[in-house]
Nanobody, 116 residues
Framework: QVQVVESGGGLVQPGGSLRLSCAASGFTFSSAPMSWYRQAPGKERELVAR????????DYGDSVKGRFTISRDNAKNTVYLQMNSLKPEDTAVYYC?????????WGQGTQVTVSS
């Protein structure tokens, strides 16, 4: 079955960095575009970044452009989100989305808290 597992979240000070990982299995990872989303308390889930199946195309939400970088390693079935220059407004639960033939699968999320 499809599994999507995020990790790497935590508490970080403003200006700091974190690297999130999303390990996926149960589908043809190398053929699937992957995405990171986030949801802050009281707000709708929003797209953070997405990457094409081979990694040649990436796209970012306006609020994270120039600070976040999405990448993937198809040999490890893993997608990453490098987050630099973090701000308090980046505080949210970060989710990975995997599109499969049977529908979209989401992980359980990983909490990122940016606070001094």
């Amino acid at each position: 079955q499809v599994q999507v597992v995020e990790s790497g979240g935590g508490l970080v000070q403003p200006g700091g960095s974190l690297r999130l990982s999303c390990a996926a299995s149960g589908f043809t990872f190398s053929s699937a575009p992957m995405s990171w989303y986030r949801q802050a308390p009281g707000k709708e889930r929003e797209l953070v970044a997405r990457i094409s199946s081979a990694g040649g195309y990436t796209d970012y939400g306006d609020s994270v452009k120039g600070r976040f970088t999405i990448s993937r390693d198809n040999a490890k079935n893993t997608v990453y989100l490098q987050m630099n220059s973090l701000k308090p407004e980046d505080t949210a639960v970060y989710y990975c989305k995997a599109p499969t033939r049977s529908g979209d699968y989401w992980g359980q999320g990983t909490q990122v808290t940016v606070s001094s």
